[in-house]
């Protein structure tokens, strides 16, 4: 049987280290990696575009509602259109500032 010394455990030890040490990963996004990255950018901006437009055009009905629902005393009317004005406004900024959250995010987990 051989025994163990310091001399013999030391690099066996060394060699369980680095194996169970993972090495430094570097990956980051490209933008040639995929065919097709441009025109899925050109995509989402238009998506974004829409969904900026459908914002508007949401917020302009809910004010009309909250207008009529205030001028014929309905406050049930009233209080929809004041909740559709309010989830326009948070549609818009969700849409506005979605490249911001992704970027800001991106951000916190490279820093992690």
């Given at each position: ?49 829409i ?8 917020l ?28 326009a406004?948070g ?15 991106w951000g ?5």
């Amino acid at each position: 049987m051989s025994v163990l010394t310091p001399s013999l455990l030391a690099p066996r030890l060394l060699a369980l280290v680095t194996v169970l040490v993972p090495m430094q990963i570097d990956i980051n996004p490209n933008d040639t990696g995929l065919p097709g990255i441009a025109q899925l950018r050109t995509i989402v901006g238009a998506v974004m575009t829409i969904g900026l437009i459908l914002a508007v055009l949401a917020l302009i009905i809910s004010a009309i509602v909250w207008a009529i629902g205030s001028n014929a005393s309905n406050p049930h009317l009233a209080s929809r259109g004041k909740t559709g004005v309010l989830i326009a406004c948070g549609a818009a900024v969700i849409c506005g500032a979605a490249v911001t959250f992704v970027n800001f995010f991106w951000g916190v987990g490279q820093a992690v």
